[in-house]
């Protein structure tokens, strides 16, 4: 009897390999390892990437051709002033899609195999997070190669809108922890979807993406003059137009600052009860 426990302690041995253990994979490794899962995810069902490839083109065409003539006269006067607030707009209602995926993977079943890692246990928030990043940046470029193919021509040149996006990519990387904690809290990725539009469209469209602030009534406009996305825009259109407004580029990196020193903390905190 011993003699046979000796022999399948030593098979057990032999499977599991008599070397050094493998250091785990620090915070930086286990991050980026589920950001490039984000990644993969869009690879093997690449009906992912609609909203960030259709629908940019669809709002930056729809909005510059019915609104353009009204507004400024013409599309190509409008593009000036639509470019900059059609990308804030396009990427800030994209931000909620990494709730939906924490979601997803949740009711699937997917959190409960991932949190039994031996990994930093942020890794999954922080990739998930990352490969969101791409998303983003991925629409910006759609979004500025259709208008450039319209006729528009940044006055702030390559730097003015480099800058404009990296800029927009902070705030949204901010703005999706809100989501997130959203994700943990929501049952469902249908109900996450409904309760983001609820907040992102009054959000987006109570703004100055589409028209001046100035042209609205008097209680509307003082409204739209505190909406963080027409901050966000103003930061954004100076940078394009090659005037940077120093005090809304300060305002859009503090309301990020602040975003993440508030939920940041209370996402982990819920996860970390999950978990």
């Given amino acids: ?128 997070l990352l490969g969101d990043t791409l998303r983003y940046t991925m629409a910006s470029s759609i979004i500025i190669a259709v208008t450039l193919l319209l006729g528009y021509r940044p006055d702030g040149g390559v730097v003015g809108v480099v800058a404009a996006i990296a800029l927009l990519l902070v705030f949204c990387f901010s703005l999706s922890w809100i989501w997130i904690l959203l994700g943990f809290k929501l049952r469902t990725p249908n109900a996450v979807m409904g309760v983001s539009m609820m907040v992102l469209f009054p959000l987006t469209f109570l703004s100055n993406v589409f028209v001046s602030p100035s042209t609205m009534p008097d209680v509307l406009e003082s409204v739209v003059k505190v909406n963080p996305v027409t901050v966000l825009v103003d930061a954004a259109r100076s940078l394009m137009d090659g005037d940077p407004d120093g005090g809304a580029i300060v305002a859009v990196l503090v309301m990020s600052a602040a975003l993440v020193a508030v939920f940041g903390p209370l996402t982990m905190r819920v996860f970390a009860n999950r978990t």
């Fill in 1 to 128: 009897m011993t003699t046979g426990t000796a022999g399948l302690d030593a098979k057990v041995v032999a499977a599991l390999g008599e070397g050094p253990r493998p250091e785990p994979a620090s915070a930086l490794s286990s991050s980026l390892t589920f950001g490039w899962r984000a990644l993969l995810k869009i690879k093997h069902v690449p009906e992912q990437l609609f909203d960030v490839t259709m629908f940019p083109i669809m709002f930056t065409l729809m909005f510059t051709f019915i609104f353009g003539g009204a507004i400024a006269g013409s599309p190509q006067d409008y593009l000036p002033y639509l470019a900059p607030g059609i990308l804030v707009q396009t990427v800030v209602m994209i931000t909620m899609y990494t709730a939906m995926t924490i979601n997803n993977d949740i009711e699937k079943g997917v959190f409960d195999r991932i949190r039994s890692l031996p990994v930093w246990r942020p890794s999954l928030l922080v990739g998930s």
